[in-house]
């Protein structure tokens, strides 16, 4: 069933077969809202559409404050509490409520608030205190390519943090997405905005506003927004026969956060050693018992992230799978209640959002403070984003370090058999050479014994050695008993090989070549 048959099923707002705006009016919570405060300014330029004076209209009466760019955006506080500290600016009358949210009426359908925080806190994370770091640029967290030098020019007050909630899980066009939350970073706090649309119809006046509020910024960050929010948006703009034009740097911190930590989980081993310091040997074990010993993968869900990186664990939250079906049930039955647990869910979402992203740029940013644990992550988030040298030079930095405090001893070993693969590509043999002569001896560790034998055939020139160090390889698998097709096994074999025929050969000039 489409989108348009859900709704005519669940009932249209427009056609009087549920309550009216002016029926919510009456409803609203027994306190009332306090009388709005004359206009601070009159004339100024809209914030959030160009071109059109829906969103002045609303304003007037409000409080109005600088907005990003020179702009103007109205200042509506919702009045409800939130776990934050919120402004103290009295809250104008509101057209409409969803539990105890007010919101105020741009068109018919689309309703606006915004909320500005002075200083949040989430957890154990403060905003105040991420803001008081040096003024960050937002070159390290993005790919080495033809916007990499844009990111020295974005300022993380030029970001725009984007969520949206749907009515479903897709991608396509028939996915609605009926609640827009938006938030910048600003000299006085955070500044969160939603926007709400009761219906599809709405979507036609929603959409320059949207537009003009994005152009305003220089990069846009989501949570999975990549491969969800701004395909779902592009798709609804098309329907309009439109054209959504994001900015050209998106940073999604969900990509972000799974290469910084994507090798960070607890690794089960009764000997202490390295689940990768075996890598030649084989599997005697089955694959059910393989599956019961694998240990569980980090997840990389915003509510995780929130609690892994900010120690904030969100307490009475809607999951997300339901907001779709809550959505509809407005829709036909007219319940509000849960609505407002919508609206709380995507504010939490944009709190979270804008201090996770905070967070990364303090990471990166003072990568040389850090934990070597997180120093690892952002070694190889450099590598994935095209900057070998800066992660070889963090590696450099924490492999002399054979203990540190939560330094799994797994990823000790992966980061340095990563350091001598980048500094043999790089050119350093010796350095190179050095760092798998010790991963051998300590771990002994297939990848280094075939990479020395390589090193020593090819940069050393010195037969015997690269013949002996795969001769070592060998005879450790054979003892170990791999498996006919093991790759290191088969690897070996052919290596001493020929090793042994070019040493006997060496004298000759048709000696074959090494591989």
């Not at 600088?66 to 402004?87: E, I, K, L, V, W």
């Not at 664990?313 to 407002?340: H, I, S, T, W």
């Amino acid at each position: 069933m489409d989108l348009s048959s859900k709704l005519a099923l669940y009932g249209d707002k427009s056609s009087g077969s549920t309550k009216t705006a002016g029926d919510e009016q009456r409803q609203a919570p027994e306190h009332s809202a306090p009388e709005p405060s004359p206009i601070v300014e009159s004339g100024a330029e809209s914030g959030v559409e160009t071109g059109t004076d829906k969103v002045a209209q609303v304003a007037a009466g409000a409080n109005t404050s600088q907005g990003r760019n020179g702009g103007r955006a109205p200042r509506f506080f919702a009045g409800a509490d939130g776990g934050s500290d919120h402004s103290s600016v009295a809250s104008p009358a509101y057209e409409y409520w969803l539990g105890k949210i007010g919101l105020r009426a741009l068109a018919e359908g689309l309703y606006y608030r915004k909320e500005v925080y002075p200083d949040l806190t989430l957890g154990s994370t403060r905003l105040g205190g991420l803001l008081v770091h040096p003024m960050q640029y937002l070159t390290d967290l993005l790919p080495s390519n033809g916007l990499h030098d844009t990111g020295d020019l974005i300022h993380r007050n030029d970001v725009l943090f984007i969520d949206t909630e749907t009515t479903g899980l897709g991608r396509g066009p028939g996915n609605f997405p009926f609640l827009y939350g938006l938030a910048w970073i600003a000299e006085d706090g955070l500044h969160f905005e939603q926007f709400f649309l009761d219906g599809p119809g709405a979507e036609e006046e929603f959409q320059p506003m949207l537009r003009s509020r994005v152009s305003a910024f220089a990069a846009i960050c989501s949570y999975n927004g990549k491969s969800f929010d701004i395909p779902v948006i592009r798709n609804r703009f098309i329907l309009l026969g439109e054209r959504f034009r994001a900015p050209p740097v998106h940073l999604d911190l969900f990509h972000f956060w799974r290469s910084v930590l994507g090798g960070m989980r607890k690794r089960k081993s009764s000997s202490g050693g390295s689940s990768k310091a075996n890598a030649g040997s084989s599997r005697s074990s089955s694959a059910t018992e393989g599956a019961a010993d694998e240990p569980p993968r980090r997840s990389f869900k915003q509510k995780d992230m929130e609690r892994d990186i900010l120690g904030f664990e969100r307490k009475d939250d809607l999951p997300g799978a339901e907001v779709p079906q809550v959505y509809f049930d407005y829709r036909k039955y007219g319940y509000k209640d849960r609505m407002e647990q919508v609206l709380r869910h995507n504010e939490w979402d944009l709190q979270g959002l804008a201090l996770l992203f905070l967070k990364a740029v303090a990471l990166v940013d003072a990568r040389r403070d850090q934990s070597a644990l997180f120093r690892s992550g952002v070694a190889r988030m450099f590598l994935r984003h095209g900057k070998p040298r800066d992660s070889a030079l963090l590696l450099q930095e924490i492999q002399s370090a054979d203990e540190d405090e939560g330094y799994d001893e797994g990823l000790l070993y992966a980061d340095r058999l990563l350091l001598g693969l980048l500094l043999k590509r790089s050119g350093q043999w010796e350095k190179a050479l050095n760092v798998f002569d010790a991963l051998w001896k300590k771990y002994r560790c297939m990848q280094s014994c075939i990479e020395l034998s390589r090193l020593f055939e090819r940069q050393r020139g010195d037969l015997a050695l690269a013949l002996d160090q795969a001769v070592q390889g060998l005879e450790l698998l054979e003892f170990r008993g791999a498996a006919e097709n093991d790759r290191y096994l088969r690897d070996l074999t052919r290596r001493t090989r020929r090793l042994a025929l070019r040493k006997e050969r060496a004298s000759g000039s048709g000696s074959p070549e090494a591989d």
